[in-house]
């Protein structure tokens, strides 16, 4: 198993808008204000302690780099003991926008391609008995152009 160290992101960040929002936290877009590149932050509620260490360690060590699994990018300190996860963006937004933008029903060869894929990551993240990692919401679901 391989091992990293999660790289501190300590540049400025403008917030763009507000992708997603669960039991354990909000996903948030942000913009780096050096190169304009677009980022992903998840932040967790203040009621799930523990959450970052083990969702961190799992996305950065101990899966290697998988096409159905967002590449984590690193972390920033926020208020208090807390902290936000940075992730890879992903150019063609969450399914929900891309299905409310598509403007009837999706394709079914479209949902089944989807929904092999999300099958695909919770296989990897359940070999890490890590299945309360799994967001599966439409606004959660990223896709590529």
């Known amino acids: 198993m391989r091992r990293t160290v999660l790289k501190e992101i300590d540049e400025d960040m ?3 808008r507000q992708i997603g929002a669960g039991d354990q936290g909000v996903a948030k877009l942000f913009q780096r204000t050096r190169d304009g590149r677009l980022f992903v932050r998840k932040s967790y509620h203040e009621n799930t302690p523990g959450r970052l260490p083990h969702e961190g360690f ?4 101990a899966i290697a780099p998988h096409p159905r699994i967002l590449k984590i990018v690193g972390f920033q300190r926020a208020s208090g003991s807390g902290a936000n996860l ?6 063609g937004g969450n399914l929900k926008d891309f299905a409310r933008e598509y403007g009837r029903g999706l394709p ?3 949902v089944w391609h989807i929904f092999v894929q999300m099958a695909e990551a919770l296989a990897l993240i ?3 008995n890590s299945v309360h990692l799994f ?3 439409p606004a959660l ?3 590529v152009s």
């Open 14 to 16: 403008r917030f763009v």
């Open 58 to 61: 799992i996305l950065s060590s």
């Open 86 to 91: 940075f992730f890879q963006y992903c150019e």
């Open 108 to 110: 079914e060869p479209f």
């Open 126 to 128: 359940r070999e890490f």
């Open 135 to 137: 967001s599966a919401g």
């Open 141 to 143: 679901v990223l896709v």
